[in-house]
């Protein structure tokens, strides 16, 4: 292989990389924006009821947990590894914790 091609392919697998981890970065931080948000759009004292009709369109359909007393809702990440987690916790129809985890 001459030395030109080696620049080229190498420039070209340089840029791949580049553009695959930026791909990863934005993926990662628009997940977890999206769960904090969910967390932060029902503060404890909110309505449990409206957590719960927010959880039925929110998150990814597979990790998505809806009980009387606890929602859960995950954004993925870098599938399948990366999941963020907002679950909030209910009691006499109100919203009475709100926590984000980061589960990888």
Same mark, same amino acid.
């Given at each position: 292989m001459s030395a030109k091609k080696l620049v080229i392919w190498t420039a070209a !697998?340089?840029? /791949?990389?580049f553009g695959v981890g930026m791909a990863v970065g934005v993926a990662e931080r628009n997940a977890e924006e999206r769960a904090r948000e969910f967390c932060y759009e029902f503060p404890v004292g909110s309505p449990y009821a409206d957590a719960e009709i927010a959880a039925r369109v929110s998150g990814d359909p597979r990790h998505r947990l809806i009980q009387a007393d606890e929602i +859960?809702? /995950?954004?993925?990440? !870098?599938?399948?590894? +990366?999941?963020?987690?907002?679950? !909030?916790?209910?009691? +006499?129809?109100?919203?009475?914790?709100?926590r984000y985890a980061h589960l990888d």
């Open positions: !697998l340089t840029t /791949a990389m +859960s809702i /995950a954004y993925i990440g !870098l599938p399948p590894f +990366s999941r963020h987690v907002c679950t !909030l916790k209910g009691a +006499s129809g109100q919203v009475i914790d709100a």
